[in-house]
């Protein structure tokens, strides 16, 4: 641990005494907002920030140092363990260049190259390498073997091929080599599949596209995966971009240098050119190719999360209104637009629903009805859904306003996403148990113009609405992403513990859900806190 906590400190640039702070604080299950807000003595002041790239750091190289334990002993135990691959292995610094280490040695089913070294072949491959004067065909004769169905001379020179294409293709610092170069010379090319044409229409950008896999920015990566899902793209690596024709040429010379091969057209040249090419096509391209596709599908999710991320902050520390008496408008055509009234403190006055759309064109109706519950309750701001036919809402409202000058309320759009989600959730059932799911909605609306926080801290974060791709990027990642958001914005306004619901104190570093729960009922039954030190009376508090 204390390689870890000295390696995290170098990259954010704090002393390791304080990452050493934090892991120790983490592993009793402090929260990333309780030790940036209550234990500042003891990580120097860390920031919310600071912390979760030292937690996400964490997370990663205490991952890389159980693989690597697991490697040095598997390795050991074939007694393959050097003390030159030892060193090597202790000094890998991604899972990347460690399972690049472990390659040759990894367990694996039978291949054609450990079937060839069975058969006899290895000196074969071995000879003919060394010793490019030598006859592929003469020279194999030497090592038929009808027991292991090597034949002819052609049986003996495609397995020593074989042994040769794994051996070569397994090298840790050739793959590396190979990596680094197409990751900043190749690029990514689409095409649409043959047929799809029609279907696959908003896909029609990148029917016939290409760019480097290091400049492809998060949505277009996404956008280029949704349609390879979809079955609309194919996508595929270009080595060589600028090249019409030879495209391998390049790569295979860097694997030709690597393993020491110029063709001086002696006996055995054209045979280990072949060897070299087939090392590339047959045992690295797809694998590299996968590879770049993965870690471009990495780095877009991560900026998309990061984005939505952003997005989501955005919406919860949006100003609130405040305390005034507030309507919600929830849009619909058939069903109607639900209509629900809260309080200066989000208590439900008033529901109902009103027609003033096709089929039933009740717009008289309508006006006169959001007009009598203004008046009845007397109405400062009017939150207006922005979901659909929400523009013909807002013209009814105006209309409403226009026409009942003794109406003094402010009209305004808000985002809705989330209320229908939060309509069906249990937290809406416990809330509103006796209310229709379709009105719980319109409250949503309301009190999210009230106290945005508040009420979007209810809704799972991903249900908000925050990205255009979200539902093609890691769904654990994301949510505990946003979650992380949702924390800290909660942490950061600090909550009324005589107005919060549980889900919001719930949110509060330090309170778990239980307590939140308690403090709830408690108030519930003995009225608004008056003092800090009454809390200490509720249940599992002191």
Not at 37 to 62: S, V, W
Request: proline share 3%.
């Amino acid at each position: 641990m204390e390689r870890i906590s000295l390696q995290i400190a170098q990259e954010l640039s704090v002393q390791q005494k304080q990452i050493a702070a934090v892991i120790k604080l983490l592993d009793e299950g402090a929260t990333i907002p309780f030790i940036a807000r209550y234990r500042k003595e003891l990580t120097g002041g860390l920031d919310d920030t600071q912390l979760r790239q030292a937690h996400q750091r964490l997370n990663y190289l205490t991952e890389l140092e159980e693989r690597r334990g697991v490697i040095l002993r598997s390795v050991e135990e074939q007694g393959k363990l050097s003390n030159d691959l030892a060193a090597k292995i202790n000094a890998a610094e991604t899972k990347t260049e460690l399972e690049d280490l472990y390659l040759p040695y990894k367990p694996k089913r039978r291949t054609k190259g450990q079937i060839a070294i069975e058969a006899g072949l290895e000196p074969l491959a071995d000879k003919l390498w060394q010793n490019p004067d030598l006859t592929p065909d003469e020279t194999a004769t030497e090592f038929l073997n009808a027991e292991h169905k090597i034949n002819d001379a052609k049986d003996a020179l495609d397995g020593a091929r074989a042994i040769l294409m794994e051996r070569f293709s397994e090298q840790a610092e050739l793959l590396k080599q190979l990596r680094n170069h197409l990751w900043t010379h190749a690029h990514l090319r689409a095409q649409v599949v043959k047929g799809k044409e029609t279907e696959g229409s908003k896909f029609r950008d990148y029917f016939d596209f290409t760019e480097a896999f290091n400049h492809i920015p998060s949505h277009r990566a996404l956008a280029l995966f949704r349609g390879r899902n979809e079955g609309i793209l194919q996508l595929s690596l270009d080595p060589a971009p600028t090249l019409e024709t030879q495209k391998d040429a390049e790569v295979e010379q860097m694997i030709a240098d690597f393993v020491g091969f110029s063709d001086q057209r002696r006996p055995a040249d054209a045979w280990r050119g072949q060897v070299v090419q087939w090392t590339w096509k047959v045992k690295l391209s797809l694998h590299l190719e996968t590879e770049l596709m993965a870690r471009v599908r990495e780095q877009a999710e991560t900026a998309a999360i990061q984005v939505f991320a952003n997005n989501l902050a955005d919406l919860l520390m949006a100003a609130p209104a405040g305390a005034k008496r507030t309507m919600g408008l929830d849009p619909g055509v058939r069903t109607g637009v639900k209509v629900a009234v809260v309080d200066e403190t989000g208590k439900v006055l008033d529901t109902n629903t009103v027609f003033p759309f096709q089929p039933q064109n009740q717009k008289d109706k309508a006006i006169r009805t959001l007009a009598g519950l203004c008046k009845q309750h007397k109405v400062e701001l009017i939150s207006i859904g922005n979901g659909t036919h929400s523009r013909e809402t807002d013209s009814l409202v105006a209309e409403m306003l226009k026409g009942n000058a003794d109406v003094k309320a402010t009209k305004v759009m808000v985002n809705e996403a989330g209320a229908s989600v939060y309509s069906a959730s249990e937290l809406a059932a416990q809330e509103f148990p006796e209310m229709d799911v379709a009105l719980r909605g319109a409250v949503s609306i309301a009190r999210r113009l009230q106290d945005p926080l508040a009420e979007l801290v209810k809704i799972e974060p991903k249900s908000i609405g925050v990205g255009q791709y979200q539902h093609d990027v890691s769904q654990a990642q994301l949510a505990q992403s946003l979650d992380a958001v949702v924390e800290d914005c909660v942490n950061a306004v600090g909550v009324d513990v005589n107005r919060a619901s549980a889900a919001l104190l719930q949110r509060v570093a330090g309170l778990s859900k239980t307590l939140a729960k308690n403090i709830v009922e408690f108030r519930d039954m003995h009225g608004a806190f008056s003092s800090r030190k009454i809390l200490m009376d509720v249940p599992r508090m002191g």
